[in-house]
């Protein structure tokens, strides 16, 4: 089976217009992040990596009170501002001597 040359670019550019449109697509969903009140909302997985901490001690964050969750549909969302105050609040500089 022979392809003439004209045939294949014509293929090979419907491709890369499809590649691309679906870039756009992938490009589009990272941006839509979820959000409440224009502010980021996290998730489980998303805090996790973030803060490189176990399941367990996000729990523990979350039944002391130190860290303030939303449940929505069952999941469980952090405000990113929260988060952030959390870190700072967290954070204890080195004594010094």
Known sequence: ???????FVAWMQRILERIDLLGDNIDTLKNKRNSIDGEELLD???LLQMLKISNRSLQRYRSNGKLPYYTISGKLY???SDVHQFI???FNPPLRK
């Open 88 to 90: 700072r609040d967290s």
């Open 44 to 46: 489980n997985q998303d």
């Open 78 to 80: 952090y405000k990113l």
């Open 1 to 7: 089976m022979n392809i003439d040359k004209l045939e």
